[in-house]
């Protein structure tokens, strides 16, 4: 498994999550579980965008890393 195939497969484990953790919020009525949980899908939502720079920079550097 390249580099490349494992960062695709963790960024959608990690989009997963985020969404999974929005859910939460969203079906709770505890206020203070809504707000953990909304600040853990912003820093998850982070985390994401950090990863996708990464990945975008990986496969400009090393195109045989891109995803068909």
């Keep these: 498994m390249t580099v490349g195939t494992k960062m695709h497969q963790t960024l959608a484990s990690l989009e997963g999550a985020a969404a999974n953790i929005k859910t939460f919020a969203l079906d709770t009525q505890d206020i203070t579980a809504k707000d953990m949980?909304?600040?853990?899908?912003?820093?998850?939502?982070?985390?994401?965008?950090?990863?996708?720079?990464?990945?975008?920079y990986i496969e400009e550097q090393e195109p045989q890393y891109k995803m068909q």
């Design 37 to 56: 949980f909304t600040n853990l899908s912003q820093q998850l939502d982070g985390i994401n965008q950090q990863l996708r720079g990464r990945l975008n």
